[in-house]
């Protein structure tokens, strides 16, 4: 069951995460960061409190800095690009965020590079109008393009990491370092990038010339359809929960949503966190949920799905506490 996370450290801890970033912010190149900014705005979830220290970041000089600067006054550090498939804590996160910000766009023979701040969707819009319609499968997917890539996101029987060339990925110790497709570890819904230390600046995706007609009728179906089943309004994290394994070798994966709407998951409520009415895997914010709200949810659909099917459904969305990132489920 769901725990409340406890206190990430003494007032001498916070009092002295808050005089880093105060000094931080003094620096000629630190002058852009935000501090003390609520995780709700940055997340589309639209929960979270208040983080230490929000950092833009548009060059791989801008995350050496940030990185070589928070390693010096231990503070822990994570990245967000678009902030979907995140759930926030309400205690918030102390330490600096890096804001992926580089949403440049490169096309060349077969192939087209994009930072990794880019939203998900504007770059397959993009790629659609220069005649590359590889990822119309992806479209209306939210979040960022290095999002995408570090969850290796996908839907109707593709997943990105399949066009993925190439990754420009930033080493602790400040080190760029380019990761062919086989170094990347790409399974369903992650990547080695999601659980080895480095930040995904930059992606190569191999995308050939080919019929746009066909591609912007698959985006224009997609989008429709996704109209019908997600949320347009309401703010939420995108599917809750993974999917399950095929049954057999070669099969399809059996859908998360499929055994909770057996339980009739749809409408279940903790405060103003719901399960959306259309679909039994996304749980949508009301209106003021907190992330407890959306874990105490979490762990009931999650306990039935246990209790009629003895399956444990795994996560997909991740829980950003105050000292870092962990599945969203307990």
Sequence with gaps: MHRPSPPDNSADRARLVAEAVADLRR?????????????????????????????????????????????????????????????????GFAGLVLLMS???????????????????????????QEGRPGLAFASGIPGSVGGAVVGNAGCYG???GEFVEEALVL????????LG????????????????????????????????????????????????KHPTSEPCAGSYFQNLPPLEPGGRRRAAGMLLDELGARGWREGDAGVFAKHANIIVNLGRATSGDVLRLADRMRGAVRDRHGILLDPEVRHLRPTGFAPAAD
């Design 27 to 91: 620096l000629p190149w630190g002058a852009e960061v935000r501090a003390g900014e609520a995780l709700a705005g940055l997340t589309t979830f639209r929960i979270g409190g208040p983080a230490a220290g929000v950092c833009p970041v548009q060059t791989p000089d801008d995350a050496r800095r940030f990185l070589d600067f928070a390693a010096e006054r231990g503070l822990p550090t994570v990245c967000l690009g678009g902030g979907s498939n995140v759930l926030a804590d309400d205690a």
């Design 102 to 128: 580089g949403t440049h766009v490169r096309l060349e023979s077969g192939a087209v590079r994009a930072g990794a701040g880019l939203g998900f969707d504007a770059l397959v819009e993009r790629c659609l």
């Design 158 to 160: 593709h997943e990105i």
């Design 171 to 178: 080493r602790p110790d400040g080190r760029l370092e380019r």
């Design 181 to 228: 497709r086989g170094d990347l570890g790409f399974a369903y819904r992650t990547s080695r990038l999601k659980t080895e230390a480095g930040l995904l600046l930059e992606v190569t995706l191999r995308l050939e010339p080919a019929d746009t007609a066909a591609g912007a009728a698959e985006r224009a179906e997609h989008l429709a359809d996704r109209r019908r």
